[in-house]
């Protein structure tokens, strides 16, 4: 037993590594693939507006932001000269608690803009995908098609993107308000909201190859949770990638043609 418990955490590490490498993978597709280039460039663009208008609101928002988060602390005061010794301390990590909050905050909205980037290019990101799937499989991509079935495959796309970012806001929606209303819950529904990030993010970016698969929800779960870690790494990674200027901008490609290829080897 104790053997078979010590091969399960190898499996989970060797897992975990396979995720936080499918982001490498899918750029090294992409750098390898010119003919795909030019699709890629749509999403960057979608999403270098959609991350500078976020940043500049955010910016101008600061102030209240900052203001809002600090309300939910407490406020601690030096009764005596000697007090000062641990309210001192106290007071500056309730500076940085604040501040760390307000970081989240960007964080969050980051997440967001590109998540409605991805949104608008879901069109773009859909045939990158069936290209990619198509490459890997060595068989030939039609680039052509009636406008008919064009138009009707555009719809689909923008449909299946929008159920996916309304389910995510609702789950957002629900923690942040827990997290309002019960006084400290957001020390819990914090990490909560970010851990949530983590694993639809995986969803997400496979979610074109899983939608031409016909693949439910349920089964999207069940596969979610079969391959937890190697989720994980490849959410863990797609988090901290949406989070660095600049790289934000670049990876949403390379990202889908992870998902794709993960899908690929991996079908639910």
Not at 18 to 28: A, I, S
Not at 49 to 68: G, N, R
Not at 201 to 219: H, I, K, N, Q, W
Request: glycine share 8%; proline share 4%; net charge positive.
């Amino acid at each position: 037993m104790q053997s078979d418990a010590g091969w399960g955490w190898v499996r989970s590490l060797r897992s975990l590594r396979e995720g936080v490498l499918m982001l490498m993978e899918g750029v090294r597709f992409l750098r390898r693939e010119r003919r795909l280039w030019t699709l890629s460039l749509i999403p960057m663009l979608f999403a270098l507006c959609s991350v500078a208008v976020a940043a500049t609101l955010f910016w101008l928002q600061l102030e209240e932001i900052h203001a809002f988060w600090v309300a939910f602390l407490p406020v601690i005061e030096a009764e005596a000269w000697w007090s000062w010794s641990w309210v001192g301390p106290g007071r500056l990590l309730l500076w940085l608690l604040g501040w760390l909050a307000v970081l989240g905050s960007f964080a969050a909205s980051l997440v967001a803009a590109l998540l409605l980037a991805n949104l608008a290019s879901a069109p773009f990101l859909d045939r990158l995908s069936q290209r990619v799937e198509a490459i890997a499989s060595g068989r030939e991509f039609e680039l052509e098609g009636s406008a008919g079935s064009l138009l009707s495959e555009t719809f689909k796309s923008f449909a299946a993107e929008l159920r996916r970012l309304v389910f995510l806001a609702g789950v957002w929606l629900v923690l942040s308000v827990v997290g309002v209303v019960i006084p400290g819950a957001h020390f819990v529904t914090v990490p909560m909201l970010i851990a949530t990030t983590i694993l639809f993010l995986p969803l997400e970016y496979a979610g074109f190859a899983l939608d031409r698969r016909g693949v439910s929800f349920r089964a999207r779960r069940d596969w979610l949770l079969d391959n937890l870690s190697l989720m994980f790494g490849f959410g863990g990674v797609a988090f901290v990638a949406c989070l660095v200027p600049g790289l934000n901008l670049l990876v949403m490609p390379a990202q889908v043609t992870a998902g794709t290829l993960l899908v690929a080897r991996r079908t639910p």
